[in-house]
Each structure stands twice: as C-alpha cells, then as structure tokens.
C-alpha cells in the first residue's frame, strides 16, 4: 500500500490538489485494485483512512474535477469510478445488470465505434456492453 500512497501524493501534487489523507488514501486504493469502483466500494476500502462517506463523496468529486478519475455510468444502480491513465483512457465497459459491476473492456478493436449523424461534432462516446458478470451468471 506504502507503493501506492507515494503515487498517489505526487498525482495530487501534480493536479496541484490539496494533498489531504482522505485523497491519498482514496487514490491509493483506485491505484491498487485498477479496476472501477463504486462510492460504497472505494469508502469501504479506505476504511477510517478515507473519512466519512460525505468526505469520500466530496473527495471524489475533486479528483474527478481535476481529471485524475472519472465518472463511469452504471447499471442504473451505482455510478463508479475509475482512474484516468495518461494519455487517452478510453474504452468501453462492460456493466453486469444483475449486481451492476463494471468492468472495462481493454481490447475494443472488435466494437464499432457509432459515426455521428451529419453535422455533429463528437466531444465525447462511451460505449457500454450490457450482461451478467461471471459471479452473476453462476448464479
Ligand atoms: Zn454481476
Ligand atoms: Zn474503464
């Protein structure tokens, strides 16, 4: 964790955010499980470390300001969040519609990216596959 505590810090400073340890710890663990996590999830990660829920709320909210994660929309049930790896981290993400887990899908050569209709210009696409996870889907 000691690794990833250090990251954490020197992303703060380099977003030149207030280094906090809520932040730090919030971070560090988005950099270790490297996978997205819910508002309830990250919280119960942090444990005491990340303060209360209003705190992870709102420290969730500055990072996802200041570009370091970002927002990725769930199954209807629960957003989650993600970090955002330099340079350009997008992709698209599986969402389980059963527990509402989601996952990112890293090879996405195979989707088809949707053209705009004529006369739009795109600022931004989220594609999203829709399914049961492998827990759910042993169920
Ligand atoms: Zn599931
Ligand atoms: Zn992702």
Known sequence: MQRF?????????????R?????????AVMLRESHP????????????????RATVFRNLHALTE???IRMVR???????????????HRHAHAVCTACGAVACVEN??????????RGWRVTSQEVTV????PACDRR
Do not use: F, H, N
């Open 19 to 27: 280094v906090t340890g809520g932040r730090i710890s919030l971070l």
């Open 5 to 17: 505590e250090e990251q954490a810090r020197t992303m703060l400073k380099q977003a030149r955010l």
């Open 66 to 68: 200041a570009g370091l």
């Open 108 to 117: 996405e050569s195979s989707l088809s990216s949707a053209q705009a209709p």
């Open 130 to 133: 829709w399914g049961l996870c």
């Open 37 to 52: 996590l819910s508002m309830d999830d990250a919280s119960d990660l942090c444990g005491w470390k990340g303060g209360d």
């Open 74 to 88: 769930g199954a209807g049930k629960r957003d989650v969040y993600e970090l955002v790896k330099q340079p350009a």
